[in-house]
């Protein structure tokens, strides 16, 4: 009896490991096969210069191929969804296109607060990945877009989660912030060291030297 069950986990864990392999292999598989398809799109706010960096990106990103875009901001973050707002606005002032049909906007527990301490982040941690593990089945991304804030770690571990299993396959791109100049932030360092995102750009040269799976395309400011 205890062998066969030795013998069903490391089935089990060669399984998952392979599969986990042929995710890292497949990066891009699923966006090249949708080239000519809208895609769902998760992005991810959050506070400080987060939010001014990535709506600054999101200028150029081709707004008929991304779409309906989702974004999500912490639910203590007053600021970010308001400007998310705006700048979806702005797309419908030149098009005839209402906002409700292109994009949502939606919050999230944080897993800790600035100056909260260690053990009752515990319990928001949990809380946090059971209302990312509620957004993902929701929103069901096919690609996300985020560029540093906490919010994004339990979002991008269920969506890896979720292509693991085979329930859903999302593209995560991560865009290191500029004032990265040295090191990584928290969030991407766990997501570069544990293969969550997809396609990884920092903007500094010595940042790619230092982390040489992530592209350098430029300062995007």
Same mark, same amino acid.
């Given at each position: ?27 891009? $598989?699923?966006?090249?096969? $949708?080239? @000519? ?11 400080? +210069? ?13 707004? +008929? ?34 906002? +409700? ?5 939606? @919050? ?39 560029? +540093? ?73």
């Amino acid at each position: 009896m205890i062998w066969n069950t030795t013998i069903l986990l490391i089935a089990v864990v060669v399984s998952l490991a392979v599969r986990v392999l042929y995710i890292i292999y497949c990066r891009f $598989k699923f966006i090249r096969g $949708k080239t @000519q398809q809208s895609l769902s799109t998760l992005i991810i706010l959050g506070s400080g +210069g987060h939010t001014a960096e990535m709506l600054n990106l999101l200028t150029v990103l081709q707004k +008929g191929r991304y779409t309906p875009r989702c974004y999500v901001a912490a639910a203590t973050d007053n600021m970010s969804l308001q400007k998310a707002r705006v700048f979806e606005t702005s797309l419908v002032d030149k098009s005839e296109i209402e906002v +409700g049909e292109t994009a949502e906007f939606m @919050q999230i527990y944080r897993s800790r607060e600035v100056g909260q301490s260690y053990l009752t982040s515990v319990g928001t941690t949990v809380i946090a990945t059971a209302h990312a593990v509620w957004l993902i089945t929701k929103i069901r991304p096919q690609v996300i877009l985020c560029n +540093g804030p906490g919010t994004c770690i339990p979002l991008c571990a269920i969506a890896f989660l979720y292509k693991i299993v085979g329930i859903r396959w999302s593209s995560i791109f991560y865009i290191e912030s500029i004032a990265r100049v040295q090191r990584l932030s928290l969030s991407g360092l766990l997501l570069y060291k544990l293969h969550m995102a997809d396609q990884f750009f920092v903007q500094w040269p010595q940042l790619q030297r230092k982390y040489p799976r992530a592209h350098y395309v430029g300062c995007l400011m």
